[in-house]
């Protein structure tokens, strides 16, 4: 249970996230690997000592972690210097530890390099913000551009995302990256745009709403585009989408969210690129609505309803 990623959830119930701690000590007693313990918006703070919640449960000392992921953290979303340090001493305390991942989190703008532990350095630990695209490097304590396969690798194994709300620099950093891994042919999980998308101009570039652009990417596996609520789109523009996306042979999946589409998509060389690719294309309309989802048919251009998502 424990090789795959472990998730403690905002969402989910105390005695859930009890069991799911128990399971965690467990392992760790029995010096058995855990992959990855997954915080999705549940991270509250360290204490010095313990991982806290929301909840106000605690998470102690785990002796055989390979990898914490913050998703998110409450109260301001932001990690300051000393929580992020005591992250990273909190993870070293395992032999296996290799990997601290941070996700849609508020980061500072550097560490000051004589707080980050010399074992962390010893062992080269990986701190890696994706919503910087940047890793954090142990010596310096600044975020800097990953500039090697690897770490470009690891970095496009997780969720990107670039959101309406974050500064040109940080969209321009997601952009650097993925354009760097496409020019690699590196694979590319899953790219997020969240509130961010405006439109596909005249060359198929991605337009967003900050007057930035993504040129065609040629190895994304999925993509999710989630729109300001209720934003109507023509079939042009699901046409331009469906048209940027056949561009990777590796692409696999494609969901627009929270925008209003037209009740059919025209047949054509589009559609039949993406099912010869084996390409799913799903909407849902209205993201607080669950059991309401849409799966576009590549042979009729018409959307079914699948429900539950």
Request: with cysteine; glycine share 6%; proline share 4%.
């Amino acid at each position: 249970m424990c090789s795959s990623a472990v998730y403690l959830k905002e969402t989910d119930i105390i005695q859930l996230q009890m069991s799911t701690i128990l399971l965690l000590k467990v392992a760790s007693s029995h010096n058995l690997p855990i992959s990855d313990i997954c915080l999705e918006r549940s991270f509250s703070g360290f204490d010095g000592k313990d991982i806290r919640l929301e909840s106000g449960l605690c998470l102690s000392i785990l002796s055989s972690v390979e990898k914490i992921s913050i998703n998110q953290k409450g109260k301001g979303n932001t990690l300051s210097e000393e929580e992020l340090i005591g992250l990273i001493k909190y993870g070293i305390t395992s032999p296996r530890f290799k990997e601290l991942w941070l996700h849609n989190c508020k980061l500072p703008s550097s560490i000051k390099p004589d707080i980050i532990p010399e074992e962390s350095r010893s062992r080269n630990i990986k701190v890696m913000s994706f919503r910087k695209a940047r890793y954090l490097n142990l010596i310096s304590g600044q975020w800097r551009k990953p500039d090697d396969i690897q770490t470009i690798t690891e970095m496009c194994s997780g969720v990107l995302v670039i959101h309406r709300d974050t500064s040109e620099s940080v969209q321009r950093s997601v952009i650097e990256l993925l354009v760097e891994a496409s020019n690699h042919d590196i694979s590319i999980d899953c790219v997020s745009l969240v509130r961010s998308f405006s439109k596909i101009d005249e060359d198929g570039n991605i337009i967003f709403s900050s007057g930035l652009s993504l040129p065609i990417i040629t190895s994304i596996e999925r993509m999710w585009i989630q729109t300001e609520e209720q934003r109507e789109m023509n079939k042009h523009e699901v046409n331009g989408i469906l048209n940027y996306v056949q561009h990777s042979q590796r692409f696999q999946k494609l969901h627009l969210k929270d925008c209003l589409l037209p009740s059919s998509i025209p047949v054509g060389p589009s559609l039949s690129t993406l099912k010869s690719q084996g390409v799913k294309v799903f909407w849902i309309p209205d993201s607080a609505k669950f059991d309401e989802q849409y799966k576009l048919d590549l042979d009729s251009g018409r959307w079914e309803k699948v429900g539950s998502w």
